[in-house]
């Protein structure tokens, strides 16, 4: 009963000093967004303004009819209604309406400008904040202290891959936003953005499944973790995912995905081009034998290609992670629950087992208390990692496949729902890769200290002279281990020269 007495007070600091360290974090997200949404608000009124002056410039200019050119006088008619049903997913979606085509009072002409300014303003937005917080996370965990962990391996790839997804986007977002042809241009640039857009996604979903691995691993068996997870075999791992996925999409190169159909060079990707379209080139092919754009003899045939591949891509990239990630998560939780439950049943004298390196510990309360924190910390990184990805990118891939048909409007009014449709979806999905900086970052407190450090020590850089650039990085950030010691609420696994390392900056 004494010794009962005695640890409520300790108890009762260390309650009061999360709480205070909640309060921080909290002040500090909302001040975050805040300043974030005044600076949505400002971007969102300048092009707001030169979006709506630019809308009868040439640049937007009405749509015209399809020419005969290489298309039958059968064709025709095919061509312009494929035409307007790929409107859906490109800024041609206002050019097609006009005041003659109100029915009933219903002005889809402003609709369809509201579908086309959403993907015209968030694309970018997204793809700037995202370029900037996976830059960071680059940065972040490429520092001497975290580089050295298995994880912070994966998330570099990770972050790596999504940088490659959100560059590439910012060429679609001038082809079909900005109506410039960039894509359609050149065929060498035509097979690398569409390669981009199946392989990049398919490395990051991926790494995450094996990144999800290394941490259950890591609590389950801690010996085989250091065999399999050493640094040189992670790197390892990552390099062969890549190859994997390469290899996978490089039949991109070899298939007839660049092409002139209905008097345009069309650079097909079911993101933006229907599978019409492909049927019409099919079709003039298989009755031409001396044209040129058909393709080698011998290559894959597009079609054949697609009803295929779509599946492909479609389990590797949405399948498998969204049916994994909440095993080997859920798994991980429980692990951690039992773990849990079993230190609270011991004895104050009994060791408990260290979840973040395997080894035994002293079982002071003050070790408890912090690694029970930092079992939250991961709890809820590993929930909002797992529901972000399932949620952000299900709307992709199902339109991927055709299970959401966003070319299957027979009406003016479909066209301006799915046109909103695919405008959700098309932001969920770039906003999946450019969002894993803040779920990584913000949810566990050691990275956060890492990025204020990394930061703090920039802008001190900046501000001394050159000379002493080297001192003022070395003086900016050091640690104290004995105040506070974050190794071990780093929900991270680390050997014993780099749990050493960690406590200082550089």
């Not at 490395?203 to 890591?218: A, K, N, P, Q």
């Not at 599978?275 to 754009?293: Q, S, V």
Request: net charge negative; glycine share 4%.
């Amino acid at each position: 009963m004494q010794i009962k007495s005695a640890d409520k007070l300790p108890n009762f600091r260390k309650s009061f000093e999360m709480m205070k360290r909640r309060i921080t974090m909290a002040k500090q997200f909302g001040i975050s967004t805040i300043l974030l949404l005044f600076f949505c608000q400002g971007y969102a009124v300048t092009v707001f303004e030169r979006y709506w002056e630019n809308v009868q410039t040439n640049i937007y200019g009405s749509l015209p009819e399809p020419e005969l050119g290489n298309c039958t006088q059968t064709d025709y008619l095919k061509c312009t209604q494929v035409r307007r049903k790929e409107s859906v997913t490109t800024a041609r979606i206002r050019t097609h309406y006009s005041d003659y085509f109100n029915v009933s009072g219903t002005d889809y002409e402003h609709d369809a400008q509201i579908s086309d300014y959403i993907r015209y303003v968030g694309r970018p937005l997204i793809y700037c904040i995202g370029l900037i917080c996976n830059t960071l996370t680059i940065c972040v965990f490429a520092r001497k202290e975290l580089r050295r962990v298995a994880t912070c391996q994966f998330l570099i790839a990770v972050a790596v891959a999504d940088i490659l997804i959100l560059i590439n986007g910012i060429f679609y977002w001038i082809e079909y936003e900005l109506l410039t042809p960039v894509m359609t241009a050149s065929e060498v640039t035509c097979r690398i953005t569409v390669f981009t857009v199946y392989c990049g996604p398919q490395i990051s979903g991926i790494t995450l499944i094996v990144m999800s691995i290394e941490r259950l691993m890591r609590i389950i068996d801690p010996c085989a973790h250091e065999r399999c997870f050493s640094i040189k075999m992670t790197r390892l791992y990552i390099v062969v995912i890549v190859l994997a996925m390469v290899l996978l999409n490089i039949c991109i190169f070899f298939t007839n995905i660049y092409f002139k159909e209905c008097s345009k060079w069309v650079c097909w990707n079911i993101y933006h081009d229907s599978r019409d379209i492909l049927e019409l080139h099919y079709e003039r092919c298989r009755n031409c034998t001396d044209c040129d754009d058909c393709g080698v003899p011998g290559l894959l045939e597009l079609l054949d290609f697609y009803d295929v591949y779509k599946w492909v891509a479609f389990a590797i990239y949405w399948a498998l992670p969204c049916l994994l990630l909440p095993v080997i998560n859920g798994w991980l939780l429980y692990q951690i629950y039992l773990a849990r439950k079993r230190s609270r049943g011991t004895e104050e004298e009994i060791s408990v087992p260290n979840h973040f390196h395997g080894s035994s510990d002293d079982g002071d309360l003050e070790d408890d208390v912090e690694r029970e924190k930092a079992e939250k910390e991961v709890t809820i990184m590993l929930v909002l990692v797992t529901a972000s990805y399932c949620i952000l990118t299900t709307g992709f891939n199902f339109i991927q496949v055709g299970i959401i048909d966003v070319y299957g409007s027979g009406s003016d009014q479909d066209l301006i729902k799915f046109s909103y449709v695919y405008s959700v979806f098309i932001l969920l999905f770039y906003l999946n890769h450019a969002s894993n900086f803040f779920l990584y970052c913000i949810s566990v407190r050691p990275y956060r200290d890492e990025l204020k450090c990394m930061l703090m020590c920039f802008c001190e850089c900046i501000a001394r002279p050159l000379l002493k650039i080297k001192w003022a990085c070395k003086g900016i950030c050091r640690r104290n281990d004995e105040d506070e010691n974050d190794t071990d609420e780093t929900p991270l696994q680390m050997s014993g020269r780099s749990r050493i390392a960690y406590g200082s900056c550089v």
